[in-house]
């Protein structure tokens, strides 16, 4: 099945937004992370962890589940198919797998503004920034970009069986239509 050109077009336009959106809420809560990390002001510390919890569960979070949801309508709404390419694949993969590393990470997100809410001093600059789930997600957020704007060459077994088929089918129409 596949879409209307301008079904498609929203689709796409829709896909882009939350991708590139979540990308750059990634970014915006590195940013915080890092202020958590170097800032020796109380408040500092304490709001960046408690914006790090905001951010990651009422934005990062349904970003991630809108870009699963949008690129599995693209994938399956297009001529590219979520199993004939492996870049539409490997797309997929790797996004589910961020945002299930997301969800569950979230929890622990929780746990540390809640001792940041409550932590006073040296407690509260032990707890440090969160740079490491992040760092790693924007990582791989960049390269599923990478690969849906390259679209690097290399269909599936399935993907081959499918375009043989949708060859000798329209070879099929063809002979019917002239002979």
Do not use: C
Not at 48 to 55: G, N, P, R, S, V
Not at 65 to 74: H, K, N, R, T
Not at 86 to 93: A, D, T
Not at 150 to 160: A, D
């Amino acid at each position: 099945m596949t879409m209307s050109p301008g079904l498609r077009k929203a689709a796409l336009a829709a896909h882009l937004t939350v991708s590139v959106g979540w990308i750059g809420t990634v970014v915006a809560y590195l940013a915080l992370g890092v202020a958590a990390t170097t800032s020796r002001d109380v408040q500092t510390v304490r709001g960046a962890w408690i914006a790090m919890e905001l951010t990651g569960w009422y934005v990062i979070l349904p970003l991630a589940i809108a870009s699963l949801i949008s690129g599995l309508v693209m994938a399956l709404g297009t001529r590219w198919g979520l199993f004939r390419h492996y870049w539409v694949l490997f797309s997929f993969v790797l996004t589910l797998l961020a945002a299930v590393v997301l969800a569950l990470h979230m929890p622990t997100v929780s746990t540390m503004a809640d001792i940041a809410r409550d932590a006073e001093g040296a407690t509260l600059y032990d707890l440090g920034g969160d740079l490491l789930h992040p760092g790693i997600g924007l990582l791989v957020l960049l390269v599923i970009q990478v690969l849906n704007v390259y679209k690097p060459r290399g269909m599936t077994r399935y993907g081959r069986r499918k375009q043989t088929m949708q060859k000798a089918e329209s070879v099929s129409v063809e002979m019917q239509r002239t002979g």
